[in-house]
């Protein structure tokens, strides 16, 4: 049998975020899947202008962007004569329409992805009815299910685990020496010790953990004199203003780079540059950064709370501490910096890592998925 299956976005090519790029291999997964199948699929966004596109994801013929013409998106999503099988809702923030078009074409499947912090919150009246009215909760890690359960008591049989994948276009490296140009734009040597962060520098998230791992760097650095800590990625002036006086108060200004936001053709090489990647975060719904650090044979530390544990594997690829135990931050640093891997170890970290987040398995996963035609059949999808 036939299937139509829209596919619902607020924002996915004109930034750069967890959730963009999460919906970007969704959208080259599905669009693969129906093809693979014969079937229709249709991608929209409410937020990217047309010409925002990467085609490489969607083919434009598959595409509709409405520039933040809420009306429109809604008019034309909910009410057109193209009534999909699948409707697929990629943030709670889409509620409204998938209240509509429950009512508007009751025979339609409505998914709804969630994520992370957007749902582990007391939730509006739509955002509420959308969990009920939802054929399926797909979330993106373990954490995320219980956390539904926890905060708006979804039946747990109705929620299905599908981790996030590593984006099929992005550059993943052959070879493991650390780029010259990087270290010439840093002022590294090769042999320094790089420790490295990349995530949003919020003033409004204060989970993320990056000022526990300055507090560890100015406890090494007596152990190893040269390390070298780049912390990158946005951040707003209130967070960038924190941040420089945590570094200028416990006197790091020798040790730590503060790179700012790093383009995504840039992203691998960082991770090449580095020796370590530590992000002992509270409340990632899954975190993408933590498999892109890895299928670049990076060795990875996070936090052992939250969604960070899927991608991680709970221990297979990387280390799980205790986020808000310093002490064991710095054990599972001081341990990794002393067995540093060799070329060979990092490609097989790599391997293993590709092993598990890779899109073929992914588009399996939601091919299951969409056999599976209601909750009650209680498939997990792991």
Same mark, same amino acid.
């Given at each position: 049998?036939?299937?139509?299956?829209?596919?619902?976005?607020?924002?996915?090519?004109?930034?750069?975020?967890?959730?963009?790029?999460?919906?970007?291999?969704?959208?080259?997964?599905?669009?693969?899947?129906?093809?693979?199948?014969?079937?229709?699929?249709?991608?929209?966004?409410?937020?990217?202008?047309?010409?925002?596109?990467?085609? @490489?994801?969607? /083919?434009?013929?598959?595409?509709?962007?409405?520039?933040?013409? $809420?009306?429109?998106?809604?008019?034309?999503?909910?009410?057109?004569?193209?009534?999909?099988?699948?409707?697929?809702?990629?943030?709670?923030?889409?509620?409204?329409?998938?209240?509509?078009?429950?009512?508007?074409? /009751?025979?339609?499947?409505?998914?709804?992805? $969630?994520? =992370?912090?957007?749902?582990?919150?007391?939730?509006?009246?739509? !955002?509420?009815?959308?969990?009920?009215?939802?054929?399926?909760?797909?979330?993106?890690?373990?954490?995320?299910?219980?956390?539904?359960? @926890?905060?708006?008591? $979804?039946?747990?049989?109705?929620?299905?685990?599908?981790?996030?994948?590593?984006?099929?276009?992005?550059?993943? *490296?052959?070879?493991?020496?650390? *780029?010259?140009?990087?270290?010439?734009?840093?002022?590294?040597?090769?042999?320094?010790?790089?420790?490295?962060?990349?995530?949003?520098?919020?003033?409004?998230?204060?989970?993320? =953990?990056?000022?526990? $791992?300055?507090?560890?760097? !100015?406890?090494?650095?007596?152990?190893? *004199?040269?390390?070298?800590?780049?912390?990158?990625?946005?951040?707003?002036?209130?967070?960038?203003?924190?941040?420089? @006086?945590?570094?200028?108060?416990?006197?790091?200004?020798?040790?730590?780079?503060?790179?700012?936001?790093?383009?995504?053709?840039?992203?691998?090489?960082?991770?090449?540059?580095?020796?370590?990647?530590?992000? /002992?975060?509270? !409340?990632?719904?899954?975190?993408?950064?933590?498999?892109?650090?890895?299928?670049?044979?990076?060795?990875?530390?996070? =936090?052992?709370?939250?969604?960070?544990?899927?991608?991680?594997?709970?221990?297979?690829?990387?280390?799980?501490?205790? *986020?808000?135990?310093?002490? @064991?931050?710095?054990?599972?640093?001081?341990?990794?910096?002393?067995?540093?891997?060799?070329?060979?170890?990092?490609?097989?970290?790599?391997?293993?890592?590709?092993?598990?987040?890779?899109?073929?398995?992914?588009?399996?996963?939601?091919?299951?998925?969409?056999?599976?035609?209601?909750?009650?059949?209680?498939?997990?999808?792991?």
């Amino acid at each position: 049998m036939s299937k139509k299956i829209s596919l619902l976005s607020l924002q996915i090519f004109n930034t750069t975020g967890g959730i963009q790029k999460m919906v970007r291999t969704l959208a080259h997964a599905l669009d693969a899947l129906c093809t693979r199948n014969n079937w229709d699929f249709r991608l929209s966004s409410l937020y990217d202008d047309e010409a925002d596109l990467m085609t @490489q994801y969607v /083919p434009p013929e598959k595409f509709e962007g409405y520039n933040e013409h $809420v009306v429109k998106f809604i008019a034309k999503t909910v009410f057109r004569k193209y009534k999909p099988d699948v409707l697929i809702l990629t943030h709670v923030n889409l509620a409204v329409v998938g209240v509509l078009t429950r009512w508007y074409n /009751p025979e339609c499947q409505i998914w709804l992805i $969630v994520h =992370g912090i957007e749902v582990w919150r007391p939730l509006s009246f739509y !955002k509420k009815l959308i969990l009920k009215l939802a054929d399926k909760i797909v979330c993106v890690s373990n954490h995320t299910k219980q956390q539904m359960y @926890q905060w708006h008591k $979804v039946p747990l049989n109705k929620c299905f685990v599908l981790n996030n994948a590593i984006d099929p276009f992005i550059p993943l *490296p052959a070879t493991f020496n650390k *780029p010259a140009y990087l270290l010439d734009r840093y002022s590294i040597r090769p042999d320094q010790q790089v420790i490295f962060t990349l995530t949003r520098l919020a003033s409004t998230e204060q989970y993320k =953990g990056h000022e526990r $791992v300055l507090a560890a760097i !100015k406890n090494l650095k007596d152990l190893y *004199p040269d390390i070298l800590y780049v912390l990158s990625g946005q951040y707003d002036k209130t967070e960038g203003h924190r941040v420089k @006086q945590l570094i200028a108060d416990m006197d790091l200004s020798a040790n730590v780079i503060l790179t700012g936001f790093i383009e995504d053709g840039e992203l691998a090489d960082h991770f090449l540059m580095a020796d370590l990647f530590v992000l /002992p975060s509270k !409340k990632e719904g899954f975190g993408i950064v933590f498999i892109e650090a890895l299928a670049c044979g990076l060795p990875v530390i996070c =936090g052992n709370v939250d969604g960070s544990l899927d991608a991680i594997r709970n221990g297979e690829l990387g280390v799980a501490i205790n *986020p808000d135990d310093d002490q @064991q931050l710095e054990q599972a640093m001081i341990e990794s910096l002393n067995k540093p891997l060799d070329h060979l170890s990092r490609q097989a970290l790599q391997a293993k890592c590709l092993s598990h987040f890779n899109e073929e398995q992914y588009i399996d996963n939601l091919e299951a998925l969409l056999s599976a035609q209601t909750y009650k059949e209680q498939l997990t999808v792991y």
